[in-house]
């Protein structure tokens, strides 16, 4: 038994970009196929090629298969993988629509968290929340992220800095449904007022959070904030080192307002991605482009954050594997349009659109450890969207979704 998706205007397998690792990404890494088809079962692509080589390729998989037992008609439509959002923070209690007001008006951010703003206001709102209230609040954020054809979608903790919330917010985000999520331990977002210092609330996550969060399976990554003045250095070095022989992986928003040595300790560490990655120098660049780790440029978080954007040309030119987010929280960027990250990603870093194709799929599945998606190959999951739209036309215009249907792991997802 399979299920078969036929009438395939352009299908895209990403086959040449999972292939270079999503590095150097041309046109020709796209894999564009037309008048496409492909069968799948139980979750699991079979079969992605050209439809008039269907019959054929049916007859040579193995029996159990051959029948088709579901069938969609896409009509001419493009087929590409879900998008993959590697870089969220979203679920949060309150909202911050009054300090953005203020922001606007040309009052300081310390000003506004004197005032009892900041990200400070969004941990006693989160900590307030019940934890019924914050999965129906979120719920409808991812499916916001659905729609636009999100079919994995990391989903990070750090809105309440305590080991009850932390515990609740991760707990949400593990009970969200539609897309696959992918659940981050950020614990270490920003000190909570009862620590005096950042060391003293490092040990305190090491020694009492850190193990609980693994006991209970609640996350596989672990992500800090590193900057000037916050978490940094050896500090931060060692609270990574010591989630390391717990088993997480590790992330790091690294290097965003200042030089601040994110990249480097994320690059020595081996962490799956550094993000942000926007005050780099030649040597950062050239560190980070050659390793493992990939760079996750979130440049809507810089536009509403008025900051430079990441120097992605730069980082794609020495070879890096790139990723695009959206970074979505209440603060700094409280907008989930993938459209928009993607324009801002062609208008202000010079990526080429095959380049934003790839760090919205290839790239994210990357940084997220998941060898299974990314790409439509056989063998791999069937995360997948239908776009009614010519894949040129991607990442032009804003504000719609050209996304008639999603699957998620095979399944026909409601949109
Ligand atoms: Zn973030």
Not at 96 to 103: N, S, T
Not at 315 to 331: K, Q
């Amino acid at each position: 038994m399979s299920a078969l998706i036929r009438g395939i205007g352009t299908l895209l397998s990403l086959e040449g970009a999972w292939k270079k690792s999503g590095r150097f990404v041309q046109t020709e890494d796209l894999g564009l196929i037309s008048k496409a088809a492909l069968l799948m079962d139980q979750g699991r692509l079979l079969w992605v090629g050209p439809e008039k080589k269907l019959k054929s390729a049916l007859a040579n998989l193995p029996r159990q298969y051959q029948k088709v037992t579901r069938e969609w008609d896409v009509q001419g439509k493009t087929v590409l993988p879900g998008w993959i959002d590697g870089h969220t923070h979203l679920v949060y209690g309150g909202q911050r629509w009054d300090e953005f007001e203020l922001r606007c008006q040309g009052v300081s951010y310390q000003e506004i968290a004197r005032q009892g703003g900041g990200i400070l206001s969004t941990v006693k709102a989160t900590r307030a929340a019940t934890k019924q209230s914050l999965k129906e609040i979120s719920q409808k954020r991812v499916d916001e992220f659905l729609r636009q054809g999100v079919t994995t979608l990391e989903i990070k903790s750090g809105y309440a800095l305590d080991l009850k919330g932390e515990i609740k917010q991760l707990e949400v985000a593990r009970s969200l449904e539609g897309p696959q999520i992918i659940t981050t331990f950020l614990g270490a977002h920003a000190k909570p007022p009862e620590f005096e210092t950042h060391e003293s609330y490092l040990q305190f996550l090491s020694e009492k959070v850190l193990p609980q969060i693994q006991k209970k399976k609640l996350a596989d990554r672990v992500d800090i904030f590193i900057e000037k003045n916050f978490f940094e250095g050896e500090m931060a070095k060692n609270y990574l080192r010591r989630a390391q022989d717990l088993g997480f992986s590790l992330v790091v928003h690294a290097d965003q307002l200042s030089l601040s040595g994110g990249t480097q300790i994320a690059v020595e560490l081996g962490a799956l991605s550094a993000d942000h990655v926007i005050q780099l120098g030649p040597v950062e660049i050239q560190r980070l482009a050659q390793s493992e780790t990939v760079a996750m440029l979130l440049p809507l978080a810089d536009l509403y954050m008025k900051c430079e954007y990441p120097p992605a040309r730069e980082l794609i030119d020495h070879g890096a594997c790139v990723a695009l987010a959206t970074d979505y929280n209440p603060g700094s960027c409280p907008s989930m349009d993938l459209s928009l990250v993607g324009l801002l990603a062609r208008l202000y870093m010079k990526m080429s659109l095959p380049e934003v194709i790839a760090a919205w799929t290839v790239g994210a599945a990357k940084a997220l450890a998941l060898r299974d998606r990314g790409s439509l190959l056989a063998g791999f999951r069937a995360d997948l969207q239908v776009v009614d739209l010519d894949w040129r036309g991607l990442f032009y215009q804003t504000g719609t979704s050209p996304v008639t249907q999603a699957f998620v792991g095979g399944k026909s997802m409601p949109l």
